[in-house]
């Protein structure tokens, strides 16, 4: 069974740079035809896709965050990491990693609480 | 590229069947047969209901199903249960001119 586990500082700086990385378990990252995924979800809010990674590096993003957001993977680690830079109380939000099979999500991390506040 | 419409809340009782509907365009739902749907319960991840348009995941009861018809895929949930009550998204694939997939606005599913 697949898992997925996001960490990192559940608050961040405005004009800082949020990080965040999402661990996986029960399964190598690099097997299989998946892409890894970052979503968020502001409080109240509906789903957002943040970007997406497979494991060869390539990456897509979102044309709205495209010029803040870097997704990178470490398959050494079993890991993939999201940096937003700049960041602004809007980017307050849920974060999760995910699996993409094909085209839909099968597996979630939890969710991490990440908080833009001075 | 914008987000999929879906109404805000729907709501039924026990026992009865609601559906859900998701709109897209010709450039997402329309185009492809790959609209996903997911159950989030309030403080919890989302949970894959079904998958390219009317597939079901192992383990999900077949109390949900899904279907499309044009720009629009539905959602329909029958035999309505407590457990149902949560919000519901929607997700197409939108093809790979910008970002390929993109996500319903929500549906906040009451059981009365």
């Known amino acids: 069974q697949v898992q997925l586990q996001e960490s990192g500082p559940g608050l961040v700086k405005p004009s800082q740079t949020l990080s965040l990385t999402c661990t996986v378990s029960g399964g190598s990252i690099s097997s299989g035809s998946y892409y890894w995924s970052w979503i968020r979800q502001p409080a109240g809010k509906g789903l957002e896709w943040i970007g997406r990674?497979?494991?060869?590096?390539?990456?897509n993003y979102n044309p709205s965050l495209k010029s803040r957001v870097t997704i990178s993977v470490d398959t050494s680690k079993n890991q993939f990491s999201l940096k937003l830079s700049s960041v602004t109380a809007a980017d307050t939000a849920v974060y999760y990693c995910a699996r993409v099979d094909d085209y839909s999500i099968d597996y979630w991390g939890q969710g991490t609480l990440v908080t833009v506040s001075s | 590229q914008s987000a999929l419409t879906q109404p805000a809340s729907v709501s039924g009782s026990p026992g009865q069947s609601i559906t859900i509907s998701c709109t897209g365009t010709?450039?997402?739902?329309?185009?492809?047969?790959?609209v996903s749907w997911y159950q989030q319960h309030p403080g919890k991840a989302p949970k894959l209901m079904i998958y390219?348009?009317?597939k079901r995941p192992s383990g999900v009861s077949n109390r949900f199903s899904g279907s499309k018809s044009g720009n629009t895929a539905s959602l329909t949930i029958s035999g309505l249960q407590a457990e149902d009550e949560a919000d519901y998204y929607c997700?197409?694939?939108?093809?790979?001119?910008?970002?390929?997939?993109?996500f319903g606005t929500g549906t906040k599913v009451t059981v009365l």
């Open positions: 997700c197409s694939y939108a093809g790979s001119s910008t970002f390929p997939y993109v």
């Open positions: 990674i497979y494991t060869s590096g390539s990456t």
């Open positions: 010709s450039s997402d739902v329309g185009s492809y047969n790959l």
């Open positions: 390219e348009v009317s």
